[in-house]
Nanobody
Framework: QVLLEESGGGLVQAGGSLRLSCAAS????????MGWFRQAPGKEREFVAC?????????YYGLVVKGRFTISRDNVKKTVYLQMNRLIPEDTAVYYC????????????????WGQGTQVTVSS
């Protein structure tokens, strides 16, 4: 069992930045690939970014955030981060983190463990 808790969401103006955190508890954090997803009202959950479980830290990004967002992880703190820069109103959504032993599963918006989400609102 892995418990995930997101934090760091809030209201920000377009062009601004936010850093989301996802703290994990439970089983060995370093054994899990981690991902960030988002869901806007009336839309399906969307892949944002993911990072592999190994120390190499292989990362993948959704096309709409590539170049603006950066995912990273700290296996000692059992935390994964999402640094979001140059935010735009279309980034407004509830952001979720997720964990799975399969990086491939996360890239297809499938994961065994999910957090409760944190709201990000970008004003124009």
């Amino acid at each position: 069992q892995v418990l995930l808790e997101e934090s760091g969401g809030g209201l920000v103006q377009a062009g601004g930045s936010l850093r989301l955190s996802c703290a994990a508890s439970g089983r060995t954090f370093s054994s899990y690939a981690m991902g960030w997803f988002r869901q806007a009202p009336g839309k399906e959950r969307e892949f944002v970014a993911c990072i592999s479980m190994s120390g190499v830290g292989v990362t993948y990004y959704g096309l709409v955030v590539k170049g603006r967002f950066t995912i990273s992880r700290d296996n000692v703190k059992k935390t994964v981060y999402l640094q979001m820069n140059r935010l735009i109103p279309e980034d407004t959504a509830v952001y979720y983190c997720a964990a799975d032993t399969s990086l491939a599963a996360i890239r297809t918006v499938k994961a065994d463990y999910w957090g409760q989400g944190t709201q990000v609102t970008v004003s124009s």
